[in-house]
């Protein structure tokens, strides 16, 4: 597990709110320079990951993760050193008071959204505040933020994590770090002798935004198949079970009428042969991923949806266990070695 950490933390310490994944390169190259024969990025900002199987003329697979996050843009400096922000993203802004942020002006400020005292809220005690309501507290003031900030500047949740009891972690940026994290290291473990196909691996981008950089990357590679892959709804308290996955009974095969029946009901028996914990979960109408912008993309992608179950969505406190990090690279080095899909 501690290559997963080392890796889980080398991906969420880097700001990648959603339209500045370009942030992340030097990171993103650094990290994956020993795996990958070759490392790209294209015009939306995704990164294109090639590992090349030893068989000529290899069918293209594509796995997709999209490393961008959910965050906030700057519209307006206040007096007093505070900044208006729009989101970007779907944020939860029932949790947004007293989060604390960084800004990512000329150099990176400390900020703190603001949290009126429930006493002193007119709409009630009770009541979730709009964005519009909040603002970042800096402590500078407004002709000291004007020359280091300015309106546009990304925001994002400040970066923590932290380990909890039972191979569970919690930062921001989980949604969809923890399957990049997965996906590299089954690139990392895999016997490239065994692969059965090219692999193109795609961190996208703007996922959270429209999914246009998986279209996008997916339409420069043309794949003979995709796995696209993202967290989704941990089961607990108040969710229901058929919308939820559980936490540490391994990632879920996704079925759904948008993703390949044959593909996906082949990668179920593979993982049965095998013996490979998962789960499975139905979204009959979409997936909500970069599966809807994948498949139709060219003259169209065969493709399948993996996910991580992942508490606390599109908050600064996103949790997974580490357990189902490890079986989604276990389920990617199964596909990539098998021939029959």
Same mark, same amino acid.
């Given at each position: 597990m501690?290559?997963i950490?080392k890796t889980?933390?080398?991906?969420?310490?880097?700001?990648?709110v959603s339209?500045?994944?370009?942030?992340?390169?030097?990171?993103?190259r650094?990290?994956?320079a020993?795996?990958?024969d070759?490392i790209k990025?294209d015009?939306?900002?995704?990164y294109?990951?090639?590992?090349r199987?030893?068989?000529e003329?290899a069918?293209?697979?594509?796995?997709?993760?999209?490393? %961008?996050?959910?965050?906030m843009m700057?519209?307006?400096i206040?007096?007093?050193?505070?900044?208006s922000?729009?989101n970007i993203?779907?944020?939860?802004?029932?949790v947004?008071?007293?989060t604390e #942020?960084? #800004?990512y002006?000329?150099?990176?400020?400390?900020?703190?959204?603001?949290?009126?005292?429930?006493?002193?809220?007119k709409?009630?005690?009770?009541? #979730?505040?709009a964005?519009?309501?909040?603002?970042?507290?800096?402590?500078?003031?407004?002709e000291?933020?004007?020359?280091?900030?300015?309106?546009?500047?990304?925001?994002?949740?400040?970066?923590?994590?932290?380990?909890?009891?039972?191979?569970?972690?919690t930062t921001?940026?989980?949604?969809?770090?923890a399957?990049?994290?997965?996906?590299?290291?089954?690139?990392?473990?895999?016997?490239v002798?065994d692969?059965?196909?090219?692999?193109?691996?795609?961190?996208?981008?703007?996922?959270?935004?429209?999914?246009?950089?998986?279209?996008r990357a997916s339409?420069?590679?043309?794949?003979?198949?995709?796995?696209?892959t %993202?967290?989704n709804?941990a089961?607990g308290?108040?969710?229901p079970?058929?919308?939820?996955?559980?936490c540490?009974?391994?990632c879920?095969v996704?079925i759904?009428?948008l993703t390949?029946?044959d593909?996906?009901?082949?990668i179920i028996?593979?993982?049965?042969?095998?013996?490979?914990?998962?789960?499975?979960?139905c979204?009959?109408?979409?997936?909500y991923?970069?599966?809807e912008g994948?498949l139709?993309?060219?003259q169209?992608?065969?493709t399948?949806?993996l996910?991580v179950p992942?508490?606390?969505?599109?908050?600064p406190?996103?949790?997974?266990?580490l357990?189902d990090?490890?079986?989604?690279?276990? #389920?990617i080095?199964a596909?990539?070695?098998?021939?029959?899909?």
């Open positions: 501690e290559n950490k889980l933390v080398a991906l969420c310490s880097q700001m990648s339209g500045y994944e370009y942030l992340a390169e030097k990171a993103i650094e990290l994956c020993d795996i990958f070759e990025t015009p939306m900002g995704s294109v990951l090639i590992k199987c030893k068989k003329n069918p293209k697979l594509l796995i997709d993760g999209h490393l %961008d996050t959910v965050g700057v519209t307006d206040k007096k007093d050193g505070f900044l922000v729009v993203g779907g944020l939860d802004t029932r947004l008071p007293a #942020v960084t #800004v002006g000329k150099e990176e400020i400390y900020g703190l959204v603001t949290s009126t005292p429930p006493h002193l809220r709409q009630g005690a009770d009541s #979730v505040p964005l519009k309501e909040l603002y970042i507290d800096t402590g500078y003031s407004k000291e933020l004007e020359k280091i900030v300015k309106i546009g500047d990304p925001v994002g949740y400040r970066y923590k994590l932290t380990e909890m009891n039972g191979g569970y972690v921001s940026g989980l949604d969809d770090k399957c990049v994290c997965g996906i590299i290291e089954a690139m990392r473990e895999i016997d002798n692969l059965k196909y090219d692999i193109y691996v795609t961190i996208s981008a703007q996922e959270e935004t429209g999914k246009n950089g998986s279209a339409f420069g590679i043309d794949p003979d198949i995709a796995i696209i %993202d967290v709804f089961s308290d108040g969710t079970d058929y919308e939820c996955i559980k540490k009974d391994g879920s996704d759904s009428s390949d029946k593909l996906t009901r082949n028996k593979l993982l049965n042969k095998k013996g490979i914990k998962h789960q499975i979960i979204e009959p109408s979409r997936t991923t970069n599966n994948v139709v993309s060219g169209g992608t065969r399948a949806v996910s992942l508490k606390n969505m599109h908050t406190c996103e949790t997974v266990n357990e990090i490890k079986s989604l690279a276990q #389920v080095c596909i990539a070695c098998e021939e029959n899909l």
